[in-house]
């Protein structure tokens, strides 16, 4: 039988206690749940455009993968989550700064809300 564990850091923001985890390491792959452009420390979205909302969540991202064994150069597999398609160039602008050489496949919708009220959530699956 396949076992998970979950993946817990102080540097990205807690997740809902008993909702869900940060990720879940499952046969050696990482599976991170969604990150919005969310302050570790005061637990508030971040101040800025759709350009600085990106960056913050991908550096969530970067975080967790750290604590789960891996980095962001093996991530597999990206889901963005838009409030607007209208910042879909804005947001690559920023996204293509990441990922390595070798970018992961992608998928980018336009939603009707996200959480808090943010225009990006971004989430992944890397391997170990």
């Known amino acids: 039988m396949t076992t998970k564990t979950a993946v817990l850091t102080d540097k990205a923001p807690k997740p809902l206690p008993g909702i869900y985890s940060q990720a879940i390491i499952a046969n050696g ?3 991170c749940s969604g990150a919005v452009p969310m302050d570790p420390t005061t637990g508030k979205l971040i101040d800025g455009d ?20 891996t980095d962001i150069t ?21 996204y293509m700064q990441y990922w390595g050489d070798v ?3 992608r998928t980018c919708v336009a939603v009707k809300t996200l959480p808090l009220n943010t225009d990006v959530e971004i989430e992944c699956i890397a391997v170990l």
């Open 29 to 31: 792959v990482v599976y």
């Open 50 to 69: 759709v350009k600085a909302h990106t960056h913050q969540c991908i550096k969530n991202l970067t975080h967790i993968l750290e604590e789960a064994g």
């Open 74 to 94: 093996k991530v597999v597999k990206v889901n963005v989550f838009l409030s607007n398609m209208d910042d879909f160039a804005e947001m690559n602008s920023v």
């Open 103 to 105: 970018k992961p496949c």
